[in-house]
């Protein structure tokens, strides 16, 4: 099995049952496995909510961490579209020319970076600086200010060896709170002071709530774009024949991004409050549980994708859920998309192979599940064109 392959866990129970369980810091779990039941409970957002207790959807569970709602995350309609309004503008300028070419700068020069070196650490050197710099576009900000959040490491609520870290989260809010009050005192052209002169709903954000958003944007796409950049140059490294289509081929290029964040569904699951007493797969779920829609199971049924487990590039057909479904799709799928197409832009321009050195992966325990999302370490050789 070569190192960049990520086998699915789900797949048996995913067949004959079409949900699992697992424990979440004694809320217990039911996990939707089948694609169409997936989509459906995505959809249904009456049904499975978003907008309860701050922190509880997400799994493992932030409860005893925040109190802070994450905006438009954890809200639902009809308030949710009124934020999304504002917000979807915003993170749609990944779209634009000049801000493409800033990307491409950035990602050219950390490319040429590890040209030069023996041998790079792709996650903390590589993938951890390409997210944080990309970040300063998106929240349109000083670029040095990725130092800053480079240092916090890769992950943003966990410590080595444990679920969630406390004191490790405060080190995040308590930088956002002094950034909101910097913005407060002098608006500028960022983020925060965009979101600070807002209006939902013909109300003015408050300080919670333009926090809520910001702990959205540092967390969300943090841990999930490392995923996705990591794992696609191992796959790349493992496969060279498909770095060299990518050249070849560039008309492909699209097709292919979403398949790797199809197969590599860069964030498992995303959990929802059931409202009422229901059934799911015939298997009855009581009002105040929790059920997950499990993204990287759906993305591999096999009685929606033919060669389920398999990276196929041009694949045509490719309904895949890792962004998200229904009303609460992924707010960052523009940038995620557009770091993905430069990236890959970047290396078929300057790379000519890569290779693994050693590994370290980094696997999800989900109750009976064990599931690769990537790794902690993942060292590589780049070789240039």
Not at 72 to 79: G, L, S, T, W
Not at 85 to 105: M, N, S, V
Not at 338 to 360: C, D, F, R
Request: proline share 4%; with cysteine.
């Amino acid at each position: 099995m070569k190192k960049s392959e990520i086998s699915c866990p789900f797949s048996e129970v995913r067949t004959n049952i079409g949900f699992g369980e697992m424990d979440d810091q004694n809320d217990p779990v039911t996990m939707l496995l089948r694609h169409k039941d997936v989509r459906k409970g995505a959809h249904d957002w009456k049904t499975f909510q978003s907008g309860s207790t701050p922190g509880r959807i997400v799994i493992p569970s932030e409860v005893n961490i925040r109190t802070t709602r994450q905006i438009p995350f954890e809200v639902d309609p009809p308030q949710h579209k009124s934020f999304r309004d504002i917000l979807d503008p915003w993170f749609k300028r990944p779209l634009e020319e000049k801000y493409q070419a800033k990307l491409t700068a950035q990602i050219s020069a950390l490319v040429d970076e590890v040209l030069a070196m023996d041998s790079v650490d792709v996650i903390s050197e590589f993938a951890l600086k390409l997210q944080s710099r990309a970040l300063t576009l998106l929240l349109n900000t000083a670029y040095d200010k990725s130092d800053l959040w480079i240092s916090w490491g890769t992950h943003v609520f966990r410590s080595e060896g444990e679920a969630l870290d406390g004191d490790k989260a405060a080190i995040l809010y308590d930088y956002i709170d002094a950034e909101i009050d910097k913005a407060i005192a002098n608006p500028g052209p960022d983020l925060y002071s965009v979101l600070l002169a807002s209006e939902v709903d013909g109300t003015k954000l408050t300080k919670e709530e333009v926090k809520g958003v910001m702990i959205l944007t540092f967390a969300g796409g943090r841990d999930t774009v490392i995923n996705a950049v990591s794992n696609s140059l191992a796959y790349l490294a493992d496969n060279p024949k498909s770095l060299e289509r990518l050249r070849e081929e560039p008309e492909i290029r699209n097709r292919a991004i979403e398949e790797l964040i199809r197969y590599y569904a860069p964030l498992t699951q995303m959990g929802r409050v059931v409202t009422e007493d229901t059934t799911v797969c015939e298997h009855a779920i009581k009002a105040d549980t929790r059920i997950s829609l499990v993204w990287a199971s759906a993305n591999r049924d096999e009685k929606v994708f033919e060669n389920a487990n398999e990276v196929v590039l041009d694949r045509k057909m490719n309904p895949h859920l890792s962004f998200g479904f229904g009303t609460h799709n992924c707010l960052g799928a523009t940038h995620a998309r557009t770091i993905m197409k430069v990236l890959i832009e970047v290396l078929t321009a300057k790379v000519q192979s890569m290779e693994i050195i050693s590994a370290e992966e980094n696997i999800e325990e989900l109750g009976e599940f064990k599931r690769k999302v990537g790794f902690h370490a993942l060292q590589m050789k780049f070789n240039k064109k």
